[in-house]
């Protein structure tokens, strides 16, 4: 089975790639650049997932403003074309042009040095360490991680999983709840045995009185 992208370390079908959200390019244009906590959010969400992939031996993700998607709650999803090459280095410095575009809405190429003074400067530093010319000095996607949540570089793998829980739990998206259909008691006069009781009643009432007016003709005739 072909699988054309990934959410969280996990593989998308075709389907629900389609079905995952709207390009990063397309919200940019229509909302303008991202700011503050949603920015944050979105640098540690896709820097997340980027880790779980590299985590998993997959690189050369295309990352690119069109197959970064935005999902209805806010989550980022990756819809990666066919791999480019198999340096995670390559990965991070396109990520990083993907969080400049994202912050800036400009996309790397386009007039020159988008306006990175915008930028916060935490985010900043990450980001020029990100676009080093030098593969080798730029930072892995865990130690990004461990960078925007403001933690020391992982030292091993199971330090790089829990760092990678912490990020997932930390920005997992917002969901509302689920609807819940109020009960409200129903009053005991409407209720259906309620009224088949009345009913009964009635009907015990009437044939008393029936009876009480027969035995009293009879009697009136026996007079």
Excluded: K
């Excluded at 540690?44 to 779980?52: D, K, N, P």
């Excluded at 990352?63 to 999803?77: E, S």
């Excluded at 829990?162 to 739990?169: G, P, Q, S």
């Amino acid at each position: 089975m072909d699988f054309h992208g990934w959410s969280g370390g996990l593989a998308l079908q075709p389907r629900d790639y389609l079905a995952s959200g709207r390009p990063l390019l397309d919200v940019v244009r229509a909302a303008g650049p991202f700011r503050g906590e949603t920015l944050h959010a979105l640098a540690l969400g896709t820097a997340a997932t980027m880790a779980r992939l590299h985590l998993a031996g997959i690189a050369g993700l295309r990352l690119g403003p069109d197959n970064v998607l935005i999902g209805r709650y806010g989550q980022a999803l990756f819809a990666p074309g066919p791999r480019d090459s198999e340096f995670p280095s390559h990965d991070v410095r396109a990520w990083a042009e993907v969080m400049i575009f994202a912050a800036t809405g400009t996309e790397a190429g386009q007039g020159g040095e988008p306006g990175l003074d915008r930028l916060p400067p935490a985010l900043r530093t990450v980001l020029d360490e990100c676009r080093s010319p030098d593969p080798d000095s730029r930072p892995t996607a865990a130690e990004l991680v461990a960078a925007l949540l403001g933690r020391p570089a992982p030292g091993g793998r199971a330090q790089v999983e829990r760092l990678l829980r912490e990020a997932e739990r930390r920005n997992s998206p917002y969901q509302p709840p689920a609807y819940e259909e109020t009960l409200i008691s129903t009053p005991r006069w409407r209720r259906p045995a309620f009224l088949v009781g009345v009913v009964l009643g009635l009907a015990v009432v009437a044939l008393l009185a029936g009876a009480v007016v027969l035995i009293s003709s009879l009697a009136t005739g026996g007079v």
